[in-house]
T-cell receptor, first 115, second 112 residues
Framework: GAGVSQTPSNKVTEKGKYVELRCDPI?????LYWYRQSLGQGPEFLIYFQGTGAADDSGLPNDRFFAVRPEGSVSTLKIQRTERGDSAVYLC?????????????FGPGTRLTVL | DQQVKQNSPSLSVQEGRISILNCDYT??????FLWYKKYPAEGPTFLIS?????DKNEDGRFTVFLNKSAKHLSLHIVPSQPGDSAVYFC???????????FGAGTTVTVRA
């Protein structure tokens, strides 16, 4: 498909474990975003990549969270020493150019549950 | 602090009638506003947007109105259809960056 894809769709882990969440943006989109959505709330910004570099990581809650995009396409969000409060849906979005320059297109999300 | 607020968590409307969803914001530096629709277990889907230099944008059954002086926008869906039942998020972009600030969402239920 031509949309944003995220894997896995669901991830259950134990407190203290390490997890990686993957995002495949729309082909050709240079901008990539990670958001986190907790129950009953809207998505909250975590980090924004323009190409390979993190242009804005001001939304990362603490240093247990890290994200990379080494080749300017696929991105991985990494969470160390997971805590129960990290449980949420992690959404990835990408943005292209042209007439849709301001519009972000979201993937289906990864539901993370920390037991 | 919540810069984008959707004060109605839910809305129930009869099929064929108008749905009106409201959104308020506090940051005068927002220059672009978007509405997203979300079904369960799916990611948000872009619906319609409006630039801060406009006061209305229409796309088929969907119209977004922007009142900058009141820092208020609304989404009108006419006529409402059962497939419109979903959670609707209002989002705003700051003029100096590209991240989006979202409201908490309004769950719309269209009754047959």
């Amino acid at each position: 498909g031509a949309g944003v894809s995220q894997t896995p769709s669901n991830k259950v882990t134990e407190k203290g474990k390490y997890v990686e969440l993957r995002c495949d943006p729309i082909s050709g989109h240079t901008a990539l975003y990670w958001y986190r959505q907790s129950l009953g709330q809207g998505p909250e910004f975590l980090i924004y990549f323009q190409g390979t570099g993190a242009a804005d990581d001001s939304g990362l809650p603490n240093d247990r969270f890290f994200a990379v995009r080494p080749e300017g396409s696929v991105s991985t969000l990494k969470i160390q020493r997971t805590e129960r409060g990290d449980s949420a849906v992690y959404l990835c979005a990408s943005r292209g150019g042209g007439s849709s320059y301001n519009e972000q297109f979201f993937g289906p999300g990864t539901r993370l549950t920390v037991l | 602090d919540q810069q984008v607020k959707q004060n109605s968590p839910s809305l129930s409307v009869q099929e064929g009638r108008i749905s009106i969803l409201n959104c308020d914001y506090t940051n005068s530096m927002f220059d672009y506003f978007l509405w997203y629709k979300k079904y369960p277990a799916e990611g948000p889907t872009f619906l319609i947007s409006i630039s801060s230099i406009k006061d209305k944008n229409e796309d088929g059954r969907f119209t977004v109105f922007l009142n900058k002086s009141a820092k208020h926008l609304s989404l009108h869906i006419v006529p409402s259809q059962p497939g419109d039942s979903a959670v609707y998020f209002c989002a705003a972009k700051h003029r100096n960056d590209y991240k989006l600030s979202f409201g908490a969402g309004t769950t719309v239920t269209v009754r047959a």
